[in-house]
């Protein structure tokens, strides 16, 4: 099975997985291979490494996307996803007026929120597939996802936003008549006012102003919660399922696949990376080696050995699991990824058996 053939009319191809697994990897080693079949792609990448991203021209990357020369008839862009900077670009999307705009922006609560909030980052990585998706600039948009704890937090993301929103401790601070916050104030306006003579920083009236103005967005934020849950949910979008071949990564995988079916969400595959895959024929003939050096080796090929039963052991039980869903194989390279050569080696394997062109998805492009 190749990746070509699980893509096959579809505009979105998210990555998920644990951390570590090989997400910016492979959403970077997709992104190339669809170019190389043609398609103009783009890939929004988050946190990628060092070497990966100077070889792909990223350092400078803001939010923006990036064209990555390749010589091939397709196209390919990159964007490295900033949170920050695409809660921003909301706000002055959302924002009724320029003033609402400039209080919110430069507001302290707001800065925190932008930055700190749990699951900001995922939501934010949504937002921006939502609106680049919305623009239709591409044949075939590749999400990579952040390297969160738990990967669930990903599916999560846009009801989280919902949720705050709609939350009481949200409305309270909204109240028309602002009783709550008086309320709030006479609770804890001591502190407060501590703080403020202390440190010079009016909390209580940042809090205040935030959530004011905040109130006159809150709709915008909800309507796109919605848009954005619905997109990840069309038949045009696909989850790939990024694992390593190791014993709890494969349970996590399992579950997180339950997850996203019962969200009602399209599973595309599983991609187990860094397989420990063993050469058919064993080691060489060791007998002309230094008999110390001949030992090493045939331990080395042992401990190997072991590494790669404990895999296909795994990748079996995942298989039986997954049922007739496509899985693919990558194995343990020699080397770090981090240039086309590399990811032309990956892709050896994500495309293995399939044609050499892809037609745009029909309406795209
Ligand atoms: N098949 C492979 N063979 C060898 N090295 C690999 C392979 N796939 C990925 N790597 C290397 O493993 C490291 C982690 O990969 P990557 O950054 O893609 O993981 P990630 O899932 O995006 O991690 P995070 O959750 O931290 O974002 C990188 O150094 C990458 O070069
Ligand atoms: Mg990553």
């Given at each position: 099975?190749?990746?070509?053939?699980?893509?096959?009319?579809?505009?979105?191809?998210?990555?998920?997985?644990?951390?570590?697994?090989?997400?910016?990897?492979?959403?970077?080693?997709?992104?190339?291979?669809?170019?190389?079949?043609?398609?103009?792609?783009?890939?929004?990448?988050?946190?990628?490494?060092?070497?990966?991203?100077?070889?792909?021209?990223?350092?400078?990357?803001?939010?923006?996307?990036?064209?990555?020369?390749?010589?091939?008839?397709?196209?390919?862009?990159?964007?490295?996803?900033?949170?920050?900077?695409?809660?921003?670009?909301?706000?002055?999307?959302?924002?009724?007026?320029?003033?609402?705009?400039?209080?919110?922006?430069?507001?302290?609560?707001?800065?925190?929120?932008?930055?700190?909030?749990?699951g900001s980052q995922e939501y934010m990585a949504m937002e921006k597939l939502h609106e680049l998706h919305a623009e239709g600039?591409?044949?075939?948009?590749?999400?990579?996802?952040?390297?969160?704890?738990?990967?669930?937090?990903?599916?999560?993301?846009?009801?989280?936003?919902?949720?705050?929103?709609?939350?009481?401790?949200?409305?309270?601070?909204?109240?028309?008549?602002?009783?709550?916050?008086?309320?709030?104030?006479?609770?804890?306006?001591?502190?407060?006012?501590?703080?403020?003579?202390?440190?010079?920083?009016?909390?209580?009236?940042?809090?205040?102003?935030?959530?004011?103005?905040?109130?006159?967005?809150?709709?915008?934020?909800?309507?796109?919660?919605?848009?954005?849950?619905?997109?990840?949910?069309?038949?045009?979008?696909?989850?790939?399922?990024?694992?390593?071949?190791?014993?709890?990564?494969?349970?996590?995988?399992?579950?997180?696949?339950?997850?996203?079916?019962?969200?009602?969400?399209?599973?595309?595959?599983?991609?187990?990376?860094?397989?420990?895959?063993?050469?058919?024929?064993?080691?060489?003939?060791?007998?002309?080696?230094?008999?110390?050096?001949?030992?090493?080796?045939?331990?080395?090929?042992?401990?190997?050995?072991?590494?790669?039963?404990?895999?296909?052991?795994?990748?079996?039980?995942?298989?039986?699991?997954?049922?007739?869903?496509?899985?693919?194989?990558?194995?343990?390279?020699?080397?770090?990824?981090?240039?086309?050569?590399?990811?032309?080696?990956?892709?050896?394997?994500?495309?293995?058996?399939?044609?050499?062109?892809?037609?745009?998805?029909?309406?795209?492009?």
């Amino acid at each position: 099975m190749s990746v070509a053939s699980i893509l096959e009319g579809k505009e979105i191809c998210i990555c998920a997985g644990a951390g570590g697994v090989g997400k910016t990897t492979t959403s970077a080693a997709i992104a190339v291979g669809m170019a190389r079949r043609g398609l103009k792609v783009a890939v929004l990448t988050i946190d990628p490494a060092r070497r990966l991203a100077n070889s792909l021209g990223l350092p400078e990357l803001g939010n923006e996307e990036r064209r990555i020369e390749l010589d091939s008839p397709g196209e390919l862009w990159a964007m490295m996803l900033d949170a920050k900077s695409t809660f921003d670009e909301i706000v002055e999307k959302h924002a009724p007026d320029a003033a609402t705009r400039d209080a919110v922006l430069s507001n302290r609560i707001y800065k925190e929120l932008s930055t700190a909030v749990a699951g900001s980052q995922e939501y934010m990585a949504m937002e921006k597939l939502h609106e680049l998706h919305a623009e239709g600039r591409y044949d075939l948009l590749v999400l990579d996802t952040p390297p969160s704890r738990n990967a669930l937090d990903f599916l999560d993301a846009p009801d989280r936003l919902a949720r705050f929103i709609d939350s009481r401790a949200l409305h309270f601070f909204l109240a028309p008549s602002r009783t709550g916050l008086k309320i709030f104030s006479r609770g804890t306006g001591l502190l407060f006012s501590i703080l403020k003579r202390v440190t010079g920083v009016d909390l209580l009236q940042d809090l205040s102003d935030f959530f004011a103005s905040f109130g006159d967005m809150a709709q915008g934020f909800r309507e796109r919660a919605q848009a954005v849950k619905g997109l990840l949910a069309d038949e045009r979008t696909t989850f790939l399922l990024v694992t390593s071949p190791a014993h709890e990564a494969v349970e996590e995988a399992k579950f997180f696949r339950d997850k996203i079916e019962e969200a009602g969400m399209p599973f595309g595959g599983v991609i187990v990376n860094r397989m420990h895959v063993e050469e058919p024929d064993g080691p060489e003939d060791l007998t002309s080696l230094d008999p110390d050096l001949a030992e090493k080796v045939a331990r080395n090929f042992d401990d190997f050995h072991a590494l790669a039963q404990r895999d296909r052991h795994n990748v079996d039980e995942l298989t039986a699991d997954i049922g007739d869903r496509p899985l693919i194989i990558v194995p343990y390279l020699d080397e770090d990824i981090h240039d086309l050569e590399g990811i032309g080696a990956i892709n050896d394997h994500l495309f293995a058996g399939s044609g050499a062109t892809a037609v745009p998805a029909e309406g795209a492009g």
